[in-house]
């Protein structure tokens, strides 16, 4: 069990952020048996045939991200890797940097890490930072940047509800759902409890608040950072995350949809469920694939559709307007 104590100052700079580098580390977790409910088979299955592909060198992130044997346990993972944003939004960039400039005193760790990994970041820390900077890099454009644009609607859409709950009953009642292991005690004080297994600790907020990063890779599990020299930080399933893989056969595009942006330019936004080549769109929509390019290079000017490189194609994702779009339609 974690204790934590809010005096007044903690409740006014309790704040959310949102964490791309995070959700790399999360997301490596689940690729390493840490999703035994199955939440993320479907991202799964598409995302590791196309690492197995490719040619990038993913092991100076992949060994500093290990995995309990129990998996009620969430296990530790090395703060430098992911240590919080100081932003609300920062840019995987921004967050790399911050990495590559980690200070060797903070290469340090609890986790189930290879030795002669750590070894080599202690002995050079410059050249193996940039290593696993660049494994991230490599990481996240083949696995989770053309799948971005959906996991940050359901990111922003927690955090806006949260903003509710904030304006309707205060700091008590923004807390009070965020998660079955998250409670307040009973009586006066301002004292919340986290249900970790394997912890017990009464960290010091010291004025800092408590830092709220909802995560899509992270549940059935909360997260916690509570080591300098990071701000005291929880990590939590967002509401809504058991939807966010729903596999749906494309629907045909709304009337709507179609009046803004003709039919065949509607059916390929909306049979973007999930992230395709031009060819897959074209048997999803049955349009050419010379038709769909097309179209194509219209949603992205028009800044509704992305195009990812994922090793040796090109996947056509939704961006966040898309997603917009087409839910304000109703496709």
């Known amino acids: 069990m974690i204790e934590i104590e809010f005096d007044a100052e903690d409740v006014a700079r309790t704040r959310f952020a949102l964490s791309p580098l995070w959700e790399a580390v999360a997301s490596v977790r689940v690729l390493k048996g840490a999703d035994e409910h199955g939440m993320h088979r479907v991202w799964a299955e598409q995302v590791s045939p196309r690492l197995a592909a490719a040619d990038a060198d993913l092991r100076p992130l992949f060994d500093l991200v290990p995995v309990p044997p129990n998996p009620r346990w969430a296990g530790a993972l090395p703060g430098f890797i992911c240590p919080p944003p100081t932003t609300p939004l920062p840019s995987l960039a921004v967050e790399l940097a911050t990495v590559r400039a980690t200070p060797p005193e903070q290469l340090r760790t609890t986790a189930d890490v290879p030795p002669e990994r750590l070894a080599a970041l202690r002995a050079d820390p410059g050249r193996e930072l940039g290593r696993l900077a660049e494994a991230v890099e490599a990481y996240w454009e ?10 940050l609607t359901l990111l922003t859409g927690d955090i806006r509800y949260r903003a509710d709950r904030l304006a309707e009953g205060g700091a008590r009642h923004l807390l009070a759902d965020l998660d079955p292991q998250v ?3 009973e009586g006066a004080g301002a004292t919340l409890h986290l249900e970790h297994r394997a912890v017990s600790l ?11 990063v909802p995560s899509a890779f992270v549940w059935p599990r909360i997260f916690s950072v509570f080591t300098e020299p990071w701000q005291p930080s929880l990590r ?3 509401r809504g995350v058991g939807t966010l893989w729903e596999t ?12 803004v942006l003709g039919r065949s330019r509607a059916a ?3 049979g973007l469920t999930a992230p395709a080549s031009t060819t897959e769109l074209a048997g999803r929509t049955g349009l050419t694939a010379g038709g769909v390019s097309q179209h194509l290079s219209a949603l992205r000017a028009a800044g509704l559709v992305g195009g990812h490189r994922a090793g040796r194609e ?3 994702a939704r961006t966040q307007a898309g997603e917009t779009l087409v839910q304000a339609a109703g496709a």
């Open 142 to 151: 083949l696995a989770l940047e053309p799948y971005w644009p959906r996991i």
């Open 183 to 185: 409670t307040w005690a």
């Open 202 to 212: 009464s960290p010091q907020l010291g004025g800092r608040g408590l830092l709220l």
């Open 236 to 238: 939590y399933p967002p």
């Open 248 to 259: 749906r056969p494309a629907a045909a595009p709304s009337a709507a949809l179609a009046g």
């Open 268 to 270: 390929i936004l909306a």
């Open 314 to 316: 090109v996947l056509y």
